[in-house]
């Protein structure tokens, strides 16, 4: 079988879904007879970056300083001397930059991602995206809503997309390396408290602000519970002050960077993510594969992922007074609450192995290289 050279472009290996994604594609693809090289634009986490360095492929790390006058050529030259035949690109910079260098390179196969609803990009962005997208080969996006921005903001020909959902590797608890009570304890949680987890940036658009609203209502009714916020951002001292006006502070952990996300799920009884802003968050997917029942914000592709009473229960986002009478209803009926966390488990099995998402860009790749005449 002939090995594809492919070039993978991103914006940043920040901690998120997309970012999840590629290195998903990069272990996948490479056991499926490609060669590939990744490009990041602006730096990132240097955990996932070092994950990357793992698998023994180039790796080209830029920033907003250097990516100009060094990066664009710099990147230029990799193309050439790699002979690269399929250039992926994710997110909007990544996208415009790779779309330009793979016409001036001539290279058989340019593809761009789009992973969210579009709710966050700017005007001048979409109409930079109108006038580079006919440059595209093609365009993957990972939701409806996704679909629905390429088509009818940066108008872009409905038959140059391709649907292909994020895919989750369900891991299985090792009961001999993992126990809840005694990690519990080591946070100072007693035994009996139910607890409440979201993970993700601490940003505006994230709704943490209508998740600690929503525990000071249910904590009147139920004061076993306990709320872990994971992540870190520029919200969270504000966060913190909330927590000690609303007098919820013995009730929330701020646990910071969680890098042992899989004990972090099994630590939880109840995922939350009150966003106002979401693509396809494998957050979600996570802590459905781990069977933990999920509460999730209305928006975007999330009701794509969570069937409404059946694996999930979807609120309004915005809305503290829904999201804690969610919190009641799934803290106080543990027939609801197994019901769903088992629904939830099977639903991520079954239409999101990451088998399936790996499977559908090497048949996509594959597909129009052959119509290319590339092989």
């Known amino acids: 079988m002939k090995e594809i050279k492919i070039l993978f472009i991103i ?55 250097n990516i100009l006058f060094v990066g664009i ?21 990544s996208n415009n930059i790779g779309r330009i260098l793979g016409r001036i390179s001539k290279t058989p196969l340019i593809i761009s991602g789009i992973r969210g609803d579009g709710q966050t990009i700017l005007s001048w962005q979409n109409i930079l995206d ?41 891991t299985k608890e090792d009961p001999k390396n993992f126990n809840k009570y005694q990690l519990r304890k080591s946070f100072n949680i007693p035994e009996d408290k139910i607890i409440i987890g979201t993970a993700g940036q601490l940003a ?19 004061s076993k519970l306990f709320l872990i916020i994971a992540g870190t951002g520029n919200k969270e001292n504000d966060l913190k002050g909330q927590t000690l006006k609303m007098g919820i502070s013995k ?85 609801i609450f197994e019901k769903i966390g088992k629904e939830a488990k099977n639903k991520v099995i079954n239409s999101y192995p990451l088998e399936k998402m790996i499977d559908s860009y090497d048949q996509l790749y594959r597909k129009m290289l052959k119509e290319k005449g590339v092989f």
């Open 130 to 170: 109108r006038i580079t997208n006919p440059i595209d080969d093609g365009m993957i996006v990972n939701s409806l809503p996704a679909m629905e921005y390429c088509t009818h903001k940066i108008r872009m020909n409905r038959e140059k997309l391709s649907l292909i959902y994020n895919g989750i590797e369900v």
């Open 73 to 93: 050529p710099k990147i230029l030259k990799v193309i050439y001397e790699e002979k690269i035949e399929v250039i992926q690109n994710f997110l909007f910079y």
């Open 251 to 335: 009730n929330v952990l701020f646990l910071g960077r969680c890098d042992r996300m899989n004990d972090f799920y099994q630590l939880i009884d109840i995922f939350v993510l009150p966003s106002l802003s979401e693509g396809m968050p494998n957050v979600i997917m996570e802590a459905m594969a781990q069977g933990k029942p999920v509460i999730a914000s209305r928006i975007s592709a999330i009701p794509e992922l969570i069937d409404d009473e059946l694996s999930g229960l979807l609120v309004p986002p915005a809305n503290s007074k829904r999201l804690a009478e969610a919190i009641t209803k799934l803290s106080e009926n543990r027939e």
């Open 204 to 222: 505006v658009e994230k709704g943490h602000r209508y998740l600690l609203e929503a525990m000071r209502i249910s904590l009147n009714s139920n």
């Open 11 to 65: 914006d940043s290996m920040a901690r998120g879904g997309t970012q999840k994604v590629l290195i998903q594609l990069v272990e996948g693809l490479s056991k499926r007879g490609y060669s590939p090289t990744v490009v990041i634009l602006n730096g990132g986490d240097e955990i996932f970056i070092n994950i990357l360095n793992n698998y023994k492929i180039k790796i080209f790390v830029f920033n907003k300083y």
